[in-house]
């Protein structure tokens, strides 16, 4: 995989602004898990981190000083710092199984909401699965090329989730951006992949990728979900938790636009902090990542996601 790039100009305001996003679930608290071993090939680590206020607004205009980063338990230097809006390389993963059912169409002009989030200097690419997971549409940077491959797609089949996530994992390889993410649109139901949840975790946790899920779930009180479906909501947020993303859950088709505005919001108002770990050694181990803020007079209770750590070289 490349290694981590800091290729943005440090351009940020003095002052705070608060932008006002969609309401939406929040994912659980982030919490450290046994990660697979992540191997990069540069010193510079890069954290991508979004800050929200109570009211689920982002907060911007905080000054690198504000921030303070941590590699398993030691506070490193925060070599490069941007707060400002950077070209996106964006994978999206669109669900196209039977069990999408009516959520389709729903699902289908979500997925064309977050697509008008784009800017000239982004790229996307389109991977649509059911029985089987494909590539639509590989990296382009005119949006109107995936829309039509989605107001093309028809639904029907099984849902091969984990294999989309695998092809879309393997596309962004291609990606000219630094900042790279990957938005799931799903059920979560998967019951037809040939790679495991478990090899998934691996292969996000490789990836200097963001994964954000819209999950389109049932509501709880419904009966004759599959497993599959039950399990979904979980899975979609392990998925996104590792990389410092989010899933975001919709009960009612209706509640996607808010959903698919919100993640493309949130893209466009993160920080991106760079550091070259004090620790040099190529162990191979797994390293923390830990991200404070000093809260700016007049705001408290801020919440701040970014990416969980990273594993160290080996020899």
Not at 35 to 47: E, G
Request: with cysteine; glycine share 8%.
């Amino acid at each position: 995989m490349p290694p981590p790039r800091a290729g943005y100009s440090v351009i940020f305001s003095t002052w705070l602004v608060i932008v006002a996003g969609a309401c939406a679930a929040q994912t659980p608290a982030q919490t450290e898990e046994s990660a697979p071993r992540f191997k990069i090939d540069s010193t510079l680590v890069l954290i991508p981190a979004s800050v929200t206020d109570p009211l689920n607004r982002f907060v911007l205009g905080l000054q690198r000083t504000q921030f303070h980063l941590y590699e398993d338990g030691v506070e490193q230097t925060i070599a490069h710092f941007s707060g400002e809006d950077a070209p996106l390389s964006v994978g999206l993963v669109f669900d196209t199984s039977g069990s999408m059912g009516d959520k389709f169409r729903t699902s289908g002009e979500a997925a064309l909401d977050f697509l008008k989030t784009m800017n000239a200097q982004d790229e996307a690419f389109l991977v649509e699965f059911s029985d089987h997971a494909q590539l639509t549409s590989g990296f382009t940077s005119n949006m109107e090329e995936i829309e039509q491959k989605l107001m093309a797609i028809q639904p029907g089949g099984l849902t091969a989730l984990l294999d989309a996530a695998q092809l879309a994992l393997q596309e962004m390889k291609k990606a000219k951006n630094a900042r790279k993410a990957i938005v799931i649109i799903s059920d979560g139901g998967d019951n037809n992949s040939k790679y495991s949840a478990s090899e998934i975790q691996d292969l996000v946790r490789e990836a200097d990728v963001q994964v954000y899920a819209m999950g389109v779930f049932e509501p709880v009180l419904s009966f004759g979900l599959s497993k599959e479906e039950v399990s979904g909501p979980r899975l979609l947020s392990q998925l996104a938790e590792q990389t410092g993303g989010r899933a975001f859950s919709a009960t009612d088709p209706s509640d996607l636009p808010s959903v698919a505005s919100r993640i493309g919001v949130e893209l466009r108002n993160q920080y991106v902090l760079a550091y070259s770990p004090k620790n040099q050694a190529k162990d191979g181990k797994y390293r923390k990542v830990e991200l404070k803020v000093n809260e700016p007079p007049g705001l408290a209770n801020l919440k701040v996601h970014w990416r969980l750590g990273y594993y160290a070289p080996s020899k």
